[in-house]
């Protein structure tokens, strides 16, 4: 097969899928990633930049834990109690409806109260449009409902692609006891019972509404980074983020977050350049932060982009507006010129933090590792591709 041959001189960002073997427990990852990089693109180049999908690195960490490693955690946490409030889960087969269906099964609760925010959940998945709401005269800052009564004002919701109405799929992971609750109000909420497990995935926002939540009198107020934050009978664990960024395996187990990304990232780093003499910058990516426009959905059920990077990624890009270079100078210089122009000006904005000049106008000052985790992420899919892992060149200069 002929090997495209680039230009680097005539290319700028290059992301490439790199394909390696099904990865499995007790793999050993760093010899896979590079074995698997050299295989694809021939031989590492300096300023480069390795990605690894989360997903690869928990696998061969084996960072799994079953529904009863779940249920285990949080009748510790909340022991002897028969009532419970699960607020704001996502609206996610692969996410979140698995550990619903541990807690419904939990025989501890004669009672389960599971709060969904309208019209959407934190990554968008919507309930009903904003049209509907602006229509109906509602607030849905201050107005609370039942399921029922949901239905009786905007209808039966239904996914956009699958078909779903999780209102639905909440209540029937137990219908004797899950009672499913529309409602944005802390206040209200805190009313229904005084144990209350938080699933809102951004991290401040997750902070306000337990201090809320316990300034309203609610008594227990765990979030799911504290379930599975410690090994359960020798069970997978996350420190960090417990039970956010899960995922459903085949098995009926729930995949992790991996653990100690920052130190493999960083030992790949140092035997990439005591082998090959190149540095390369390497980073553990999660989800990105791509839209989807028509369901109007955020990849961003994970609850960061990036769980290690090398020191080479800190920071924000010090970027040039190009259409601004060529519409201040482009009428009466040469190409050259404009060429000279435009690396000056990007070595002073590499010297200064101010994005305030009108050369960087337009340059949004977003963290490098979010704008690569988005990348990675667009660039390995959802799917089959069995390219978990990406090399990207032309990133960093």
């Known amino acids: 097969m002929n090997q495209i041959k680039l230009n680097q001189e ?22 896979i990633v590079i074995d698997s990089c050299l295989s694809a693109v021939g031989t590492f180049q300096d300023k480069s930049v390795i990605g690894i999908t989360e997903a690869v690195v928990a696998i061969a960490q084996g960072n799994y834990v079953t529904p009863a490693d779940i249920q285990a955690d949080i009748a510790m946490k909340y022991p002897d109690q028969k009532e419970l409030t699960v607020l704001f889960p996502i609206q996610s087969r692969n996410r979140f409806m698995n550990i619903m269906q541990a807690i419904a099964d939990m025989p501890q609760f004669e009672r389960i109260y599971v709060v969904l925010s309208y019209p959407c959940d934190e990554v968008g998945n919507r309930l009903v449009s904003d049209k509907d709401i ?57 009313r229904y019972c005084k144990n209350v497990l938080v699933c809102t995935i951004r991290e401040e926002q997750r902070r306000l509404h337990k201090e809320i939540l316990k300034d309203y009198g609610v008594e227990r107020v765990f ?92 920071g924000t890009p010090k970027e040039v507006k190009l259409k601004y270079i060529a519409s201040k100078y482009g009428a009466e210089k040469t190409q050259q010129e404009l060429e000279e122009i435009i690396s000056k000006e ?14 960087s106008l337009g340059t949004t000052p977003r963290r490098i590792t979010d704008l690569l985790a988005s990348l990675m992420d667009l660039t390995t899919g959802s799917g089959d591709e069995q390219t978990p892992l990406v090399y990207v060149t032309g990133y960093l200069k």
């Not at 960002?13 to 427990?25: C, D, E, F, L, Y």
């Not at 800052?141 to 109405?165: D, I, L, Q």
């Open 223 to 314: 979030d799911l980074s504290q379930v599975l934050s410690k090994s359960i009978n020798g069970s997978g664990y996350s420190p960090k983020y417990g039970l956010y960024g899960s995922n459903k395996m085949a098995d009926g187990r729930l995949k992790l977050m991996p653990r100690d990304c920052q130190s493999f990232v960083i030992f790949l780093q140092k035997e990439i350049m005591e082998r090959y003499n190149k540095h390369v910058e390497v980073m553990v990516y999660g989800d990105g932060a791509f839209k989807d426009p028509v369901g109007g959905i955020w990849e961003l059920a994970d609850p960061v982009t990036t769980l290690g990077a090398t020191s080479g990624l800190l």
């Open 134 to 190: 602006f229509y109906s005269d509602i607030n849905p800052y201050t107005e609370e409902f039942s399921a029922n009564e949901f239905y009786g004002v905007f209808g039966r919701p239904k996914r956009e692609f699958t078909g779903k109405n999780y209102i639905q799929e909440f209540e029937n992971t137990n219908p004797a006891k899950v009672m499913v609750r529309l409602c944005n109000d802390l206040g209200v909420i805190s």
């Open 10 to 31: 005539r290319t700028g960002r290059v992301s490439i899928g790199i394909k390696t073997p099904i990865i499995r427990t007790g793999d050993d990852l760093k010899e």
């Open 346 to 359: 990007k070595s002073e904005r590499r010297k200064t933090d101010d994005m305030a000049s009108e050369a």
